[in-house]
């Protein structure tokens, strides 16, 4: 019997495993607005280590934090507090291939900045509203969702998470929030992950993700997630929507990609993506109703926009206009099962635009849905798949720009309760040289 | 995300998986104690299985389904048409007939007694939906990669009896007898079949044709078992049956080099996972080694199968071996859930991603309402009348 169609090779994409900080979170007690302390604490001045120091900061203080080798596993539960590196490449907090996690933030309003990470074999930087676990891809049972709320408001900026073995910038069950002007590189899942959230209110902008499995990855994060401006090439994968059964608040849908940079994923510098996905510029796995417009993909080598089921989960109301497609093996395609078969989905015709089927190609996007099958998916080209890369062995990257804060010893202040979208319809499709200054993949 | 847990990086099974450690250590805490706690858990029923042994037919419940706690050696799957959905009359007798059967096993027919003997009586969706068409049970499974090669008559059916025991030659006699009493009815298609015993004496877990261990992954606790395989109101300890005749190319799979074999199965011939850890410990999908690769391959059955990759329940596996010569012989799987779904999403799945699934070719396949139990002040079929 000759082997059945398989499933898009990243449709499976494996999920972050957030409980493994039980064994870090003790649940802290959060400090009550009441709590006393220092408005700055300055590492190693004035705390021998980050830890300490946030024993010893004030809510909405500042940990100011000199360069250094900091090899300890920082838990964040003092709310609006900012973690800030005097010197984003000198600042690195190091799992040296044994910790779980760099900085696992479980209080609202944090800041975390101009710092790096490294070596963790879990995540790089973690913000959750769900600390111990208890989430949807607890097997072997489902799980109703959660009643655990998400967590509130975080920014992440200026940080560079390199060779963390799942993720090197993670949010989950959080909402509120901004990822921007980060550097991810070396992970075996994805360098910046998103997930399970509606209405999530995160901007994810202006951010570098290369030599990853999967450069940036949304599971199950709906409505106002805006990813804008980053540069995801040089990975495996460059991004994914995707709609995952392990995780709650399925399906993933409704976000904005616009302006960014998704060129030549077919890095052998990496870890493999876990099924095999390779040479694919953005993967849509049972997402829906996103846009993804504006975007510059290029020269992925499978195909540069892949849409697909997520087992009976369609990929649905897509809409796929104003990108710029060039070099890609094929430029957008759906190999949907017919059994969860897409539809809305569309891709504006251009000359010599490669779509299939060719029945997606429409200036707009139709408002009733008639569901086809895809084509299958051995009408791909047939990719030959480098070996993977040890996530701590794949390279580092060139030297990361600091913020303009680096050297403040003021804090972030209160983060605001609500982040709001990006000016999208200023942002053009990006040049070809998006942030590669700051690129080790160019 | 429970999964997390902290294996000790000397537990690790090969130098290769640093990651696995870690992001494979994600199944422990949350999956290792669970386990854990199933293990220690009394199981729900603890009836003896051996031979001479009487296993309950009355009470909440059928037997067959649960109990014998360890599932009898031989059982025979008889699947019948019936002239008359709207006639129901003949389960309240069927189900009186089958108790006095197993409390009081007649010589002519069960000379050594009662030998394990369960029967388990089930209604095909025609049935079903012809009567309540909103209950579980109604709808029919979709087909599924290959059915379509299935003989007509290996398809579907309005009445399943299944009937198993210690002692093989008793079953067609007693199904004959009990069927005797059944007005309008026609055989559809039929299996003998077989099991080997527990390797640990007890318990679900045997070796089936393929050469490596199943049912290693079922619910066993009353909890268990109420959250994944009984129904609800208005038919409160009934289930859905799933029934597949899988026809195994065993020459083809026997003949892949041991490594091969495991990789295809995910779980090693003594019943570990390729994840680690010991025989019979939950598989670790996540775990992965530091270069990104899976330690559990991304088209291994277990991988495939697993639940959690479509919010499925824990299906209850209670399967058999079959083999009718001329190299047709498999799997008789029969699963119980408390919805459809479970099964359908899975075999979908299967269809997609399972390496298994190409030495594999249906050639039977059925779905049961399997009726709540009966006793003396509930007859067998009374929730449907």
Request: aromatic share 4%; net charge negative.
């Amino acid at each position: 019997m000759a082997r059945r169609n398989r499933e898009t090779p990243w449709a499976a994409v494996v999920i972050p495993v957030v409980t493994a900080l039980l064994v870090v979170i003790v649940a802290s007690a959060c400090a009550p607005d009441t709590r006393t302390g220092q408005s700055l604490v300055r590492v190693p001045q004035d705390a021998p280590s980050i830890s300490r120091a946030l024993e010893l900061v004030a809510q909405h203080g500042l940990v100011l934090v000199d360069p250094g080798i900091y090899p300890e596993a920082v838990t964040v539960t003092v709310p609006d507090v900012t973690i800030r590196g005097t010197d984003r490449n000198g600042v690195v907090i190091d799992g040296e291939g044994l910790r779980q996690s760099g900085i696992v933030v479980t209080a609202p309003g944090v800041t975390v900045e101009n710092l790096t990470v490294r070596n963790h074999n879990f995540y790089g930087v973690l913000v959750t509203g769900m600390p111990g676990g208890g989430g949807g891809h607890d097997v072997p049972y489902s799980k109703p969702a959660p009643d655990m709320p998400l967590l509130q408001r975080f920014r992440v900026d200026h940080v560079t998470a390199i060779n963390n073995g799942l993720y090197g910038i993670y949010s989950f069950h959080a909402q509120h929030g901004v990822i921007e002007d980060s550097y991810a590189s070396g992970s075996a899942d994805s360098g910046i992950y998103v997930g399970q959230c509606r209405d999530c209110d995160i901007v994810v902008r202006g951010n570098l993700a290369e030599r990853n499995a999967v450069g940036f990855e949304n599971a199950n994060a709906s409505d106002s997630v805006y990813v804008v401006g980053n540069r995801w090439s040089g990975n495996r994968v460059g991004m994914t929507l995707i709609s995952s059964y392990q995780e709650d608040l399925r399906p993933q849908r409704a976000n904005l990609v616009v302006g960014n940079l998704i060129t030549d994923n077919t890095s052998a510098e990496s870890p493999v993506q876990a099924d095999g996905g390779f040479g694919i510029g953005i993967g849509i796995s049972g997402g829906q109703d996103n846009q993804v417009e504006r975007n510059r993909i290029t020269g992925n080598r499978l195909v540069g926009i892949l849409l697909n089921n997520a087992e009976d989960l369609p990929a649905t109301g897509n809409s796929l206009l104003g990108n710029s497609f060039d070099g890609n093996g094929v430029d957008v395609a759906d190999t949907s099962q017919a059994r969860a078969a897409g539809s809305r989905n569309c891709v504006d015709p251009a000359a010599g635009l490669d779509v299939r089927p060719a029945g997606m190609a429409a200036r707009a996007c139709p408002t009733s849905a008639s569901p086809a099958a895809g084509i299958d998916r051995a009408d791909l080209p047939a990719l030959p798949v480098p070996p993977g890369v040890d996530f701590l062995q794949v390279p580092e990257p060139p030297t990361q720009p600091d913020s303009t804060n680096a050297r403040s010893t003021e804090p972030t202040g209160v983060l605001p309760a609500t982040v709001g979208s990006p000016d999208v319809a200023a942002i053009p499709v990006p040049s070809k040289d998006l942030l590669a200054q700051w690129a080790g993949v160019r | 995300m429970g999964r997390c847990a902290v294996k000790p990086r000397q537990g690790r099974p090969s130098r290769r998986n640093l990651l696995a450690g870690v992001a494979g250590s994600a199944a422990a805490i949350g999956g290792a104690v669970a386990i854990a706690q199933t293990r220690q858990a009394t199981p729900a029923n603890t009836e003896p299985t051996s031979a001479g042994g009487i296993v309950p037919a009355t009470g909440a419940t059928q037997a067959g389904i649960d109990r014998p706690a360890t599932p009898q050696l031989f059982g025979l799957v008889m699947i019948y048409d019936l002239a008359a959905p709207d006639d129901l009359a003949f389960l309240a007798t069927l189900g009186r007939d089958i108790a006095t059967l197993v409390e009081d096993p007649p010589a002519d027919l069960l000379p050594d007694g009662a030998v394990g003997l369960t029967v388990t009586v089930g209604l095909g969706p025609r049935m079903v939906s012809h009567r309540r068409p909103d209950l579980p049970g109604a709808e029919s499974l979709p087909p599924f990669a290959g059915d379509e090669t299935i003989a007509p008559d290996a398809r579907g059916g309005d009445l399943l009896v299944m009937a198993c025991a210690e002692d093989p030659t008793v079953l067609a006699p007693v199904v004959d007898r009990l069927l005797a009493a059944v007005p309008g009815v026609r055989v559809r298609w039929g299996q003998r079949c077989f099991r080997g015993a527990p390797p640990s004496g007890s318990g679900t877990i045997i070796r089936n044709p393929l050469g490596f261990h199943d049912n290693v992954q079922i619910p066993h606790t009353d909890e268990e078992l109420a959250a994944n395989v009984w129904l609800e109101a208005p038919l409160a300890g009934g289930t859905l049956c799933v029934v597949r005749r899988l026809r195994v190319d065993l020459d083809g799979f026997r003949g892949l080099p041991t490594s091969r074999r495991e990789e295809v199965i995910g779980r090693r011939l003594d019943g570990t996972p390729l994840s680690g850890g010991l025989p019979f410990d939950p598989v670790d999908i996540t775990a992965k080694a530091a270069n990104g690769e899976l330690l559990i391959p991304a088209h291994a059955h277990v991988r495939a199968a697993h639940p959690s990759f479509t919010a499925s329940h824990l299906m209850l596996r209670r399967g058999y071996a079959y083999d009718n010569g001329d190299g047709d012989s498999g799997l008789m799987f029969i699963c119980f859930q408390r919805d459809l779904r479970t099964y359908v999403l899975t075999q979908q799945r299967l269809d997609s991603l399972d390496e298994l699934m190409t030495y594999v070719s249906p050639t039977g396949s059925a779905s049961f309402l399997i009726l709540p139990g009966h006793h003396d002040d509930r007859p067998l079929g009374a929730e449907l009348l």
